[in-house]
């Protein structure tokens, strides 16, 4: 397993601090012999990434705010400079304004999903397209990171719910166009897991202990689990799949209530 992607270069997007799970993913991808581009929003986040540099194998750290479609191919210039090409993208960005993820999700405001939609959505197909010259005919891989909430209603999920909706929609659209290039997209729903992203969902420690108690495993999902689930999805060992949503949520998603 340690081989598993030897000479793979992978782009990991959303690493806020040593508790997210897309740091889970890069040190999976690190372990396994990949060499990492690992992007932060602004100068803030990238102190936090900086710190956690050091753990990985000669990693590649650029600045990119997704909200920016000059700052999304900026990037892709820079990694093609840099790295040459594209074998993976680990895509772990959420983000809807605080007062939307509380009260009746009628009472969201306009600007309130747009953003929600841009970032958590929109963002995938943005990154998608402006790396398809680094990533095609390379048997590359795309995964993203959803949640129950985008088929179930979650207390205080909200607009977030629906972002994630559009999000395992654009899975599977994006699966569809991708596939001639070579290029898998697939979706990882994780279990509630406490992390910088999810303290803004109003009750999140109820709900990771509400899953523990009730999902089939009966324990927390950790972010080592979903990086090594989303390591067998970056790589060649899941050729043939594209289009899919993995659970890792300790069978929680296959109960009534």
């Known amino acids: 397993m ?62 990119c705010d997704v909200a920016s479609d000059e700052q999304i191919q900026t990037l892709m210039s820079r990694i093609g400079e840099q790295a040459g090409h594209l074998d993976f993208i680990a895509h772990a960005l959420a ?10 999700f009628a009472d969201t405001k306009r600007d309130d999903f747009r953003i929600a939609l841009d970032i958590s ?4 197909a943005a990154v998608s397209r402006a790396a398809l010259p680094l990533m095609k005919d390379r048997q590359a891989a795309i995964l993203t990171l959803t949640y129950l909430g985008a088929e179930r209603v979650i207390q205080n999920y909200n ?7 559009a999000l395992e929609a654009s899975v599977r659209y994006l699966a569809n166009d991708l596939g001639p290039h070579g290029i898998r997209v697939n979706a990882i729903s994780a279990g509630p ?24 495993l009966r324990k927390q999902v950790d972010i080592d689990e979903v990086g090594d689930a989303a390591l067998f999805l970056i ?5 043939g799949i594209s289009g899919e949503v993995l659970y890792v949520d300790g069978g929680y998603h296959i109960l009534g209530v």
Not at 159 to 165: D, E, F, I, L, N
């Open 95 to 104: 983000f809807a304004p605080r007062e939307a993820l509380s009260g009746m």
């Open 2 to 63: 340690t081989a598993l992607l030897e000479g793979k270069v992978g782009l990991v997007m959303g690493v806020a601090n040593k508790r997210s799970i897309a740091w889970g993913i890069a040190n999976a991808a690190n372990k396994a012999g990949a060499r990492l581009v690992l992007t932060y929003q602004n100068e803030r986040l990238g102190e936090n990434v900086r710190e956690l540099a050091p753990q990985l194998n000669d990693p590649i750290l650029l600045e």
């Open 159 to 165: 607009v977030m719910g629906v972002a994630k909706a």
């Open 193 to 216: 897991i406490k992390t910088l992203a999810s303290s803004a969902v109003g009750g999140i420690s109820g709900m990771i202990k509400l899953h523990t108690e009730r999902a089939p």
């Open 121 to 124: 959505a929109y963002s995938l």
């Open 235 to 239: 790589s060649p060992l899941s050729r």
